[in-house]
Nanobody
Framework: QVQLVESGGGLVQAGDSLRLSCAAS????????MGWFRQAQGTEREFVSA??????????YYGDSVKGRFTISRDSAKNTVYLQMNSLKPEDTAVYYC???????????????WGQGTQVTVSS
């Protein structure tokens, strides 16, 4: 059974940092893209970041609203993907979801597996 379990969310003030983790289990994720999405109340789900790796190279992708502030990384030994979020803003408040899929377009592709989400709240 495939599981993606997010952790690390919480309540912080504007300007603070948080690191989200996504622990994957249940299968090998070789060839999979790992992504982070978020959904604020009353809005559509938004692409945040993704990471994929192939033939020894790692590729990262970011949404325009987080570029320069968020960093995605992975620890293959732990089968875990991280999202380091710096300079948080109130508009970053949302439920953050981890996803995995064999997608050719990380920003808009259809991911196969999703986590349950972790709440991030940034106060002004």
């Amino acid at each position: 059974q495939v599981q993606l379990v997010e952790s690390g969310g919480g309540l912080v003030q504007a300007g603070d940092s948080l690191r989200l983790s996504c622990a994957a289990s249940g299968r090998t994720f070789s060839g999979y893209t790992m992504g982070w999405f978020r959904q604020a109340q009353g809005t559509e789900r938004e692409f945040v970041s993704a990471i994929t790796w192939s033939f020894g190279s790692t590729y990262t992708y970011y949404g325009d609203s987080v570029k320069g502030r968020f960093t995605i990384s992975r620890d293959s030994a732990k089968n875990t993907v991280y999202l380091q979020m710096n300079s948080l803003k109130p508009e970053d408040t949302a439920v953050y979801y981890c996803a995995a899929g064999k997608v050719s377009l990380p920003r808009t592709g259809t991911y196969d597996y999703w986590g349950q989400g972790t709440q991030v709240t940034v106060s002004s």
